[in-house]
Nanobody, 122 residues
Framework: QVQLVESGGGLVQPGGSLRLSCAAS????????MGWYRQAPGKQQRELVA????????NYGNSVAGRFTVSRDNAKNSAYLQMNNLKPEDTAVYYC???????????????WGQGTQVTVSS
């Protein structure tokens, strides 16, 4: 089994910054793409925030490009999301996602973290 644990969420004022972390552990042979998604209050679908490949190729959602920066540390099986100039519309539960190759079965599977709440409010 593989677990993803997010941390770093909280309450921040508009214009402020937060840094989210995601740590993967368990039966990991390798991790392919890692990503951040969010689900805003009252919305049923999760929105793409950012993704990053093992070679640091990144992709951002339109609403966060230029304000958020995704990074990863392959040695630590971790990903990070630096969020700057936060806006009230960034309020959401943020989820980490990873495509993991199992060390026991060699199969690939997507995993999700439990989510961390980010609230942007004055």
């Amino acid at each position: 089994q593989v677990q993803l644990v997010e941390s770093g969420g909280g309450l921040v004022q508009p214009g402020g910054s937060l840094r989210l972390s995601c740590a993967a552990s368990g039966n990991i042979f390798s991790i392919n793409i890692m990503g951040w998604y969010r689900q805003a209050p009252g919305k049923q679908q999760r929105e793409l925030v950012a993704t990053i490949t093992p070679s640091d190729r990144v992709n951002y959602g339109n609403s966060v490009a230029g304000r958020f920066t995704v990074s990863r540390d392959n040695a630590k099986n971790s990903a990070y999301l630096q969020m700057n100039n936060l806006k009230p519309e960034d309020t959401a539960v943020y989820y980490c996602n990873a495509l993991v190759r199992s060390s026991t079965t060699q199969n690939y599977r997507y995993y999700w973290g439990q989510g961390t709440q980010v609230t942007v409010s004055s």
